[in-house]
């Protein structure tokens, strides 16, 4: 035990002191910011919650999938449908989006089956992109609202506490990922993170090892689509608008860019990523006005070039060269 | 100008991070048949493949007086050194003609390599015979066969073979062999042998070397090493 | 059946286009393992490059001619400079780099042409050929330069030496360095290929659609659609599911589901294909013997 190495414990308790001041930072946040950045923060939040569950299914199990723009939508829409049209609560269509995008990731990740590679990210592109002219469609205006989309109202703090609403739906966001996380870190730290892990890297030895890979591949397809469905909810309520054209191919590129530019098969990817995607195009807005997405395209390509294996394994890479003066 | 053709001197090579070889030091004489040998494991693939650049070395290489190490695999090739590598290397979807086009693409079209394609098909028939038929559908012998007939393609003052005889029937080893000899005595092309068969290798060759965990552990003339019993019972295994 | 032959031929010439760009993104998946998703944006830029020459006074096949050597010369550029620093990555730092490059030519486009859609100009005839009405002209026309750039390409590659060093360097590269072929630049000259076709299905596709920056992403998903249905590695079978599928899109818009639903038509032509048979329908089985 005694060779230099600082002893597990010690890690592990100086890792936890560091997410509890995180904790507390984050609760003290909203108080500091104005409303559109804690606003923003929550989208943050959101996004991290839809690269966790996307990078479950890209990092760990290896399925590119340029599609999850599709689940982002069936969350949000699932939501406002039922705050709009039936009057639901919002907190209760979390389950019910989260539910809904289970289904549908599981039914799509059985044909999916027996894509590989570029296949599989043809085929979920062509998700993302035929997606918004589905949503348009006339025959479905009633549920959709069409081109219009519809509208969310921002709920109220409950329990008349002394908050704003933005700042209560940062908690309650705040709240839903923090769940979300330690259900994806147990999820993937325990048998069926490695086994998803294993048919990434070697299906054949897998199925050799009596892993079920038709299975597993398939729910992992669900589960990833359902995290993603819980964070398109929570956006759709911060952003209190859902509309075909915010849910286009554009998205579901932006959420694979995510999670590379944050780290694939890592879960603090995920917040790293989300950062990103919140952030960068608003800086990219800053410096050229005219073409932001050209400058959000060259920062995309210069990270690539700079870091392939994302903000995380830099993290990584700094973290070990500080412990090694220590 | 000396009659070495290739010269190694302190050649060391890793597979990413795994130091492979530990220093060779051995050389080729113009027109003459090396062979390499050694167990599985031993080092002697990765040999041929430093030699063209294939792997990370260190260590200096020689050919004709001027140093190839660090230079890339097609820049080796163009000098002059064919590598027929382990598994053979063919472009299996292409037929065995375009195959055998393919060793001379360096040097021309379709008409200009005709003479040299009628000599390959004359040292090997029975690839005249598949010449339209798709690559991968040949026999291992075949593959082989077409294997060291699109590296002669390439007119080469060297010719890397590695393990011909592997997945072979011992019949068919021998013709491959034989052919063999025949290129080296009329053509005049330098051979160096990787083999796992040592008696069908020493059989062919001049020289031999040993290789043992990445490094040489005997070396002489294959002759001597064919009549030593006792280097033949404790290293190569007959 | 006047209609339905008007329908079918006005689908070839569609289909041309997306058996086109589809051959491009054979080209580029077999020489490196990745499907570009940037092609189609690719030939949109080309496309207001042959524009611009256009309006600068350049009659229209100069304009043409000149535009594909851009574009074969910017695709050379881009695998040559934009790609090397990626090259040992895993797959999806690439995917990654396509994506940027789609999304920063978009946005140039858009900003030094803006977004209004203009016209673009056809150097056919207005006038339908022999004055029947099964056929503009153009749409025919569309069909002779695609067939035209095709049977070039298909003789390049059966053909000529370098086009042998291509196909090999692209099926099992470590070889091909073993007869001597740089392999590297055989995939650069593969880019410069893919993105000179994209610029011809795009100068075609131009006078049909109109020109404006987001005009080939539609087109880029029946080139998908049409390059899984014939098997992504197979350039025949792009070529027929580009014709088959651009058939298929005008029909079924026609009689079956009208023009609104064409792209959700496309995403489920593409998931029954790959369900069913998933290398295509002239994916190869091939013979090989160990």
């Known amino acids: 035990m005694a060779d230099g190495n600082l002893p597990r414990t010690r890690i592990a308790r100086g890792k936890r002191a560091a997410l509890a001041a995180l ?153 839903m990922a923090i769940v979300m996380f330690a259900l994806g870190r147990n999820l993937l730290a325990g048998r069926i993170g490695r086994a998803m892990v294993a048919i990434r890297d ?43 054209d915010s849910f286009g191919a554009f998205l579901s590129i932006a959420f694979l860019v995510g999670i590379v530019v944050g780290g694939l098969g890592t879960i603090q990817g995920a917040i790293y990523g989300a950062i990103f995607i919140q952030f960068v195009p608003n800086i990219a807005d800053r410096i050229s006005r005219a073409a932001p997405w050209a400058i959000y395209g060259m920062m995309v390509i210069l990270f690539m070039y700079l870091a392939p294996g994302g903000v995380a394994s830099f993290a990584h890479y700094v973290s070990k060269r500080w412990r090694r003066r220590t | 100008m000396s009659a070495e053709l290739l010269r190694v001197e302190g050649l060391q090579a890793w597979y990413g991070a795994t ?106 028939p029975r690839l005249k015979e598949r010449r339209a038929q798709q690559a991968g559908t040949l026999s291992g012998g075949e593959q082989q066969m077409l294997a060291i007939a699109r590296a002669l393609m390439l007119k080469p003052r060297l010719l890397l073979l590695d393990e011909p005889s592997f997945g072979l029937a011992p019949k068919v080893v021998a013709g491959i062999f034989e052919i063999l000899r025949a290129i080296n005595r009329d053509e005049g092309v330098a051979i160096l042998l990787v083999e796992q068969n040592a008696a ?24 001597r090493l064919r009549n030593d019993e006792a280097v033949r019972r404790s290293y190569l295994g007959y | 059946m006047d209609t339905f ?16 760009l589809a051959l491009a993104l054979v080209m580029v998946h077999q020489a490196t393992r990745l499907v570009n998703f940037a092609q189609g944006e690719l030939a949109m830029f080309s496309t207001y490059i042959a524009w611009s020459l ?59 042409y803006s977004y209004t859609v203009r016209p673009f100009p056809s150097p056919f005839p207005s006038e339908p050929l022999f004055g029947q009405h099964y056929i503009s002209s153009h749409d025919l026309g569309a069909i ?105 899109e005008n029909l079924l818009g026609a009689y079956v589901i009208g023009q609104e639903l064409k792209l959700t038509v496309a995403l489920a032509v593409i998931i029954a294909v790959l369900v069913v048979k998933p290398s295509g329908l002239f994916g190869r089985t091939l013979v090989r013997r160990v």
């Open chain 3, 144 to 248: 002779g330069v695609t067939l035209a750039m095709l049977v070039a390409i298909y003789a390049f590659f059966r053909f000529t030496p370098l086009g042998l060093a291509m196909r090999a360097a692209a099926q099992n590269p470590e070889s091909a360095r073993l007869v001597g072929i740089r392999v590297g630049w055989m995939r650069a000259l593969g880019w410069g290929l893919a993105c000179a076709i994209g610029a011809a299905a795009g100068m075609m596709v131009a006078p049909i659609v109109f020109l404006d920056p987001n005009m080939m992403s539609g087109v880029l998903l029946y080139a998908f659609a049409a390059a899984l249905i014939g098997g992504i590695d197979n350039p025949f079978g792009a070529v027929f599911g580009g014709f088959f599928v651009g058939v298929l």
């Open chain 1, 23 to 175: 904790l507390v930072a984050l609760c003290g946040l909203p108080f500091l910011l104005s409303n559109f950045s804690v606003f923003q923060l929550t989208l943050v939040m959101a996004y991290a919650i839809v690269l966790l569950g996307l990078n479950m299914l890209t990092g760990y199990n290896g399925q590119i999938s340029l599609g999850h723009g599709a689940f982002y939508a069936i969350g949000a829409y699932a939501t406002a449908i039922l705050m709009d049209h039936y009057g639901v609560p919002y907190w209760m269509t979390l389950p019910v989006a989260a539910a809904a995008c289970l289904v549908a990731g599981f039914l799509f990740g059985l044909p999916a089956l027996r894509l590989e590679g570029p296949y599989l990210a043809l085929a979920t592109f062509a998700l993302a992109v035929a997606l918004p002219q589905l949503l348009k469609y006339k025959s479905l205006e009633p549920w959709t609202g069409g081109v219009q989309g519809i509208t969310i109202v921002k709920p109220d703090p409950p329990f008349g506490l002394p908050i704003n609403a933005d700042q209560w739906l940062y908690f309650f966001t705040l709240a």
């Open chain 2, 19 to 124: 130091q492979v070889l530990h220093g060779l030091d051995f050389d080729v004489a113009a027109g003459s048949v090396t062979a390499l040998l050694g167990a599985n494991g031993a080092g002697k693939t990765t040999t041929l493949r430093a030699l063209c650049g294939m792997v990370k070395t260190r260590g200096a290489v020689a050919y004709d007086g001027r140093r190839i190490d660090g230079c890339a695999t097609e820049d080796i090739v163009r000098l002059g050194i064919a590598h027929v590598p382990d598994g053979r290397g063919t472009f299996l979807d292409l037929t065995t003609e375009e195959n055998l086009r393919l060793g001379g693409i360096t040097r021309g079209g379709k008409r200009a390599l005709g003479p040299d394609m009628e000599r390959m098909y004359g040292y090997f």
């Open chain 1, 202 to 244: 070697n299906p054949i030895a897998a199925e050799a090892m009596g892993i079920d890979i038709a299975l597993y591949k398939s729910l992992t397809f669900g589960v990833s689509a359902m995290f993603t469905g819980i964070g398109g909810a929570l956006g759709a309520i911060a952003v209190q608008f859902v509309a075909p």
């Open chain 3, 5 to 20: 032959l008007a329908q079918f031929l006005s689908g070839l010439a569609t289909g041309g286009i997306y058996a086109s």
């Open chain 2, 200 to 223: 069908m290798a020493l059989e062919l060759a001049d020289h031999a070397y040993l290789v043992e965990t990445g490094r040489i552990a005997i070396r002489g003339e294959a002759a």
């Open chain 3, 54 to 112: 256009v309006q600068a006074g350049l009659p229209y096949w100069p304009a043409f001619a000149l535009t594909l050597a851009i574009s074969f010369a910017a695709g050379i550029a881009i695998d040559r400079i934009v790609l090397r620093p990626v090259r040992g990555s895993s797959a999806l730092p690439m995917v990654v780099v396509f994506i940027g490059l789609l999304v920063i030519l978009n946005s140039v486009a858009g900003w030094i």
